[in-house]
């Protein structure tokens, strides 16, 4: 019997799957989503992998100059976002069909955690709905993806990433203890390098793992990290108190363009940032409209935001286009630097 029934389902290499699924004549050869290398010139970053790919040491992050050096004999596609979303929209109306959406969480396109411990808290009943959603997902879609299995959030994804791609797994909270023993200290959701850092100055390991991390006291990590560090002391124990929330979604859509070479120049950026306005507002309808945000990237990748809530826009189309312009203009007057990269994005109105 498990204490409580988390389900973790994540998508097999989403996006180069779509492609693959789209494009049957690309299996069997490295798929990487992301943008295009211009035979190792490109500027853009590698989105996602098919699993053929990461044998060539590509990963999500990565700049697609470097992908392209590592197998230039891959296919390298453009991020094709309006059917990746539908695809997710639709995966997620088959999940609702397995088990009911006040369980549901979604937590990014492609993945979601569900409590199931009201339907079910035995071991061979919680994989029977796993399996289900498995199949489900894969009749109607043609879409693999992984289903981990725990009585916590974070046991339950870190079972979904072990058992990565197209796997089942379920682990019990004293397994979940042990597993995560040997693993990384950044195998904790919310340690990333930084905390890492101030972990390693700690306990005077290069890299330690969860064991490593369970001598360090409490108090300490609290001192050093705030209330954080009593959460990863728990969370190196295994324990994580989260719970799942019912996603009531507040969708949003953007868009986003990385120059080919740093500007300064604010034809061209204009030029390229109301090209983005227009797909973006394309792709909703106005009265959905929460707020917009504006996105801008300096040359040494520092990157800013600024946003306005729709009530202090009066008008539709033209109004967006002109306030967003301006949030823009902000960036460029605010700094000398050259401009990387501009996005545009819109949040949209509670949904459900
Ligand atoms: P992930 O679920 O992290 O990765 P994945 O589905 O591609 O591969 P897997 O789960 O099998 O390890 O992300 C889901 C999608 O989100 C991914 O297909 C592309 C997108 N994504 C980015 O665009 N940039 C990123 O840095 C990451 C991590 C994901
Ligand atoms: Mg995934
Ligand atoms: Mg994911």
């Not at 002391?233 to 295994?238: P, V």
Request: with cysteine; glycine share 6%.
């Amino acid at each position: 019997m498990l204490k409580k029934t988390i389900v973790h389902i994540d998508m097999d290499y989403f996006f180069a799957q779509i492609e693959e699924r789209e494009n049957p004549w690309m299996k069997g050869k490295p798929v990487i989503v992301g943008a295009d290398p211009k035979k190792g010139k490109g500027r853009g970053v590698v989105s996602t992998c098919n699993y053929l790919a990461r044998e060539y040491k590509i990963k999500s992050g990565m700049a697609i100059s470097r992908a392209y050096k590592l197998a230039p004999q891959g296919i390298f596609l453009p991020v094709n976002m309006p059917l990746y979303k539908k695809t997710s929209d639709s995966i997620f109306k088959t999940v609702k069909k397995v088990v009911p959406s006040s369980l549901i969480e979604k937590v990014s396109v492609d993945e979601a955690y569900i409590d199931i411990t009201a339907i079910t808290t035995n071991k061979k009943e919680a994989l029977k709905i796993g399996g289900d959603l498995k199949k489900e997902i894969f009749k109607k879609e043609k879409l693999s993806c992984t289903v981990g299995i725990s009585e916590n959030k974070m046991i339950s994804k870190i079972a979904c990433q072990l058992a990565k791609p197209d796997g089942l797994k379920l682990i019990d909270k004293q397994e979940g203890r042990d597993i995560i023993k040997e693993m990384n200290i950044q195998t904790i959701p919310g340690i990333g390098p930084k905390t890492e850092k101030v972990i390693k100055e700690l306990i005077k390991i290069e890299n330690p793992t969860i064991k490593d991390a369970l001598e360090i006291k409490k108090e300490e990590l609290v001192r050093y990290l705030g209330k954080r560090g009593n959460d990863f002391y728990q969370k190196f124990r295994g324990i994580d108190a989260s719970v799942v929330t019912e996603t009531k979604e507040a969708k949003s859509v953007s868009k986003e363009h990385t120059f080919s070479k740093d500007t300064r120049s604010p034809d061209k950026i204009i030029k390229v940032f109301k090209g983005l306005v227009d797909d973006v507002l394309m792709e909703v309808k106005e009265g959905e409209i929460k707020n917009i945000v504006v996105v801008c990237r300096f040359e040494d990748f520092k990157t800013y935001q600024k946003q306005l809530s729709l009530d202090k826009i009066n008008g539709g189309y033209n109004s967006i286009v002109k306030s967003s312009t301006i949030l823009l203009l902000k960036f460029l007057v605010s700094s000398n630097k050259k401009i990387r990269l501009v996005g545009f994005r819109v949040g949209l109105k509670n949904k459900l």
